[in-house]
């Protein structure tokens, strides 16, 4: 058979008929756009950050790392800094426990889980922006449905001006950055329980596991995959999660609310400085990095064990 | 044949490829800001009838959000794509002068249209040359609830802050209704510390000899006289609505429209607003007050239209303007918008000798505008700040503002 082969005359094809080559050839399309509006804009911001620009992004003059001393020097840049990372902390750790939960809850079967599951659904599907927008009218504190209705039920008489306060502004972003991102976890956390087998839990139930128990031995540990990839991309985008906050207080009152990633938009393009601009997002870079390097090490070394 | 239809299928849209034919229309894009009282129907009626007027010519009328118009130029210049025409706050001229965006308008422009307007609304004349052309020329009123101060036996409006805050105090009914609306969250313009602060003699900037800008002086005597004043009404005499932190000014006029508060600072152009959403209580006007014993130096806003450098078709944007310039749309546009004109021609009509222009055109003696310098967006925003650092407790006037000045005195020489 081989000889068969071997003795063929070798027919000349068209370079791009080779199964392999036609698959590059396809992908380069793709490649060329990753390369124009993923990878030259990072390392433009890379080079910005090392330069001094003009008032509209132009390189003007290589400072080295002057952005960067300028920026550490600056008070503001710390707390902002700070407040991004108490900020995705709390929303990704309430995003998890609460889409957990209705992961677990939508998991069990009950009358109207269909139409629970797609009420859950529902903040995600709308658009981020028109959901800030909905959010900002609810929080008004003379016209707003949240104000009304804890007055007419007497729930609070006198209640705050959610987005006046530093705190109370704070926290109604942040209300709203979860109640937006749940969604997405509860589905991909659902996905997950769905992909355990029952017959682990007929057989912890055989043994007498107690619900806790099921929990935290099967469940757990069987879906620690998708929770870590779900944890890591919500950190990414709460880390980065502009909308929100641009939309309910533009980082106000006072800065209070101001994330990494709203200063960034500030210093570009309200006072267009665009070398510390590209400064902070290459931190902001940093931090993400780290975080998913941090992340990756934590999931292949739990994949050895 | 099959491949020959193929072929020459692909050989037609190849020049698809290469632009637009020739042939094809100018395209001119002009951000228009959006104006409150500026209905859609206007700007689209502009839009249909100069193209339908100038077949060869494709104008694209683009509405933009007053508070998102400056980021929204500085993405589309950064992008290398600005529109052809945009209005603008003639307070940014400076830096967009700076940036080199900037195309000189006169010299595109008939005499007849430059001539017809008002010599006082060309802030965008610097040094000779006309950047921008006027569009409109705000100047600042106080509006009151009359019935409400007829009530409380008061006869007008206040002429001094000191009388404001006496008669706010004495119309002042919490929670319901607010004796003066104050804002205190961030916003495009700094108007309402401005009334206080020209109202007080002060000023944002020493003036040199040269009539350059010297060094920030919001932190002297007046600035800080004018700030407390300010933190006063809102903290002392509880005498506004609270949570100020939380309003900007449009909610503000939202709340005096809605009949919470007595005395609201604000443009002139609230009473067609108050006009056009048709509300049933008594109000009138007067001029924004002084301290006492102070000159009065209202504030006035100029707005302009700017022709931008890298327009394509800068004599077909200049055709739209001229077309623009014409009294019936200008009629129209002053109407809706509520400020007094900027043409000559129109400055004339009947509709415009009715009292409150009258009062409008006499406020503008005397006052003062926005500084024009490059880093203004970064100094409106620091002294936002230190106005909402003193609402909220977490500086005195004098800290907030002595910090604000040496920052923006910094960014100044950077």
Redesign the interface.
């Given at each position: 058979m081989d000889k068969n082969l071997a003795s063929r005359p070798k027919v000349k094809v068209a370079f791009w008929i080779t199964e392999s080559t036609l698959a590059y050839l396809l992908l380069l399309p793709a490649i060329a756009v990753l390369i124009a509006f993923m990878l030259y804009p990072i390392v433009y911001v890379f080079l910005t950050s090392l330069y001094k620009t003009n008032r509209i992004g132009n390189l003007v003059k290589f400072i080295e790392t002057d952005n960067f001393k300028t920026l550490f020097s600056r008070r503001e840049f710390w707390e902002v800094t700070i407040r991004s990372v108490i900020w995705t902390v709390l929303a990704v750790s309430a995003k998890t426990l609460v889409g957990l939960t209705i992961a677990l809850l939508l998991n069990v079967d009950f009358k109207g889980r269909k139409l629970a599951r797609t009420l859950v659904i529902l903040p995600w599907a709308s658009s981020v922006p028109i959901s800030a927008m909905l959010w900002q009218w609810t929080y008004n504190y003379d016209f707003g449905l949240l104000n009304y209705t804890l007055k007419i039920t007497g729930l609070w008489k006198h209640p705050p001006h959610w987005l006046g306060y530093p705190l109370s502004a704070f926290f109604a972003n942040l209300y709203v950055d979860i109640w937006i991102g749940i969604p997405f976890m509860a589905l991909v956390f659902l996905a997950g329980l769905q992909s355990v087998p029952p017959n682990l839990y007929e057989a912890a139930e055989a043994d007498g596991a107690s619900l806790w128990q099921k929990f935290y031995h099967i469940t757990l540990p069987l879906l620690k995959p998708v929770l870590l990839i779900a944890t890591l991309l919500s950190c990414l985008w709460t880390f980065n999660d502009f909308n929100v906050i641009y939309i309910l207080t533009k980082g106000g009152p006072v800065n209070s609310t101001d994330i990494l990633i709203t200063f960034i938009y500030k210093y570009a393009f309200s006072f267009l400085k665009f070398g510390p601009a590209a400064a902070m997002a290459v931190v902001a870079f940093a931090i993400l990095l780290i975080l998913s390097l941090l992340y990756a090490w934590f999931y292949f070394k739990s994949e050895r064990y | 044949m099959k491949k020959i239809g193929l072929i020459a299928m692909t050989l037609s849209l190849i020049p698809l490829l290469f632009g637009t034919p020739v042939g094809a229309k100018k395209e001119v894009s002009f951000f228009l800001a959006l104006y409150d009282g500026l209905r859609p129907e206007y700007y689209q009626d502009l839009n249909r009838a100069f193209n339908e007027a100038n077949p060869d010519i494709d104008l694209k009328v683009i509405p933009v959000d007053w508070n998102k118009l400056?980021?929204k130029l500085?993405?589309a210049?950064?992008g290398g794509r600005p529109p052809d025409l945009s209005v603008i706050g003639t307070r940014w001229l400076l830096?967009f002068l700076?940036?080199g965006?900037v195309e000189p308008i006169e010299k595109h422009l008939s005499k007849e249209l430059i001539d017809n307007i008002e010599p006082g609304a060309m802030e965008a004349r610097i040094n000779n040359v006309l950047y921008a052309l006027p569009v409109a020329a705000g100047p600042r009123f106080l509006y009151y609830r009359s019935d409400i101060f007829k009530k409380h036996g008061i006869a007008g409006p206040p002429d001094t802050f000191e009388e404001m805050l006496t008669y706010a105090q004495k119309i002042n009914n919490p929670?319901n209704f607010y004796g003066v609306g104050m804002s205190?969250?961030?916003y495009v313009e700094l108007t309402e510390f401005a009334y206080y602060l020209l109202g007080n003699d002060g000023y944002f900037f020493e003036i040199n000899p040269d009539g350059s800008y010297g060094k920030c002086r919001v932190n002297d005597e007046a600035g800080v006289g004018a700030l407390t004043f300010m933190n006063d009404l809102v903290n002392k005499y509880k005498v506004t609505q609270?949570?100020?932190?939380?309003?900007t000014r449009d909610e503000v006029q939202?709340?005096f429209v809605?009949g919470?508060l007595g005395i609201i600072l604000i443009g002139a152009y609230t009473d067609v607003i108050l006009k056009q959403r048709g509300v049933t209580f008594k109000w009138d006007y007067g001029l924004i007050p002084r301290f006492a014993g102070k000159d009065r130096h209202p504030l006035m806003i100029t707005d302009s239209i700017m022709m931008f450098e890298a327009s394509k078709n800068k004599e077909a944007a200049a055709k739209f303007l001229e077309f623009f310039y014409q009294d019936e749309w200008r009629l129209g546009f002053d109407k809706q918008v509520g400020f007094p004109p900027v043409l000559k021609s129109v400055g004339k009509m009947p509709y415009f000798q009715a009292p409150i222009y009258k009062v409008m055109v006499n406020s503008m003696s005397g006052a003062k505008g926005w500084p024009l310098i490059?880093?203004w967006?970064?100094c409106n925003?620091i002294i936002w700040?230190a106005i909402?650092?003193t609402f909220?407790g977490?500086k005195t006037p004098k800290e907030a503002l002595d910090e604000a000045a040496a920052r923006i005195d910094e960014i100044r020489e950077e």
């Open positions: - | 400056h980021d500085v993405v210049i950064a830096e700076d940036i965006v929670p205190g969250k961030k609270s949570g100020v932190t939380a309003y939202d709340l809605s919470k490059p880093q967006a970064e925003d700040d909402g650092a909220l977490q």
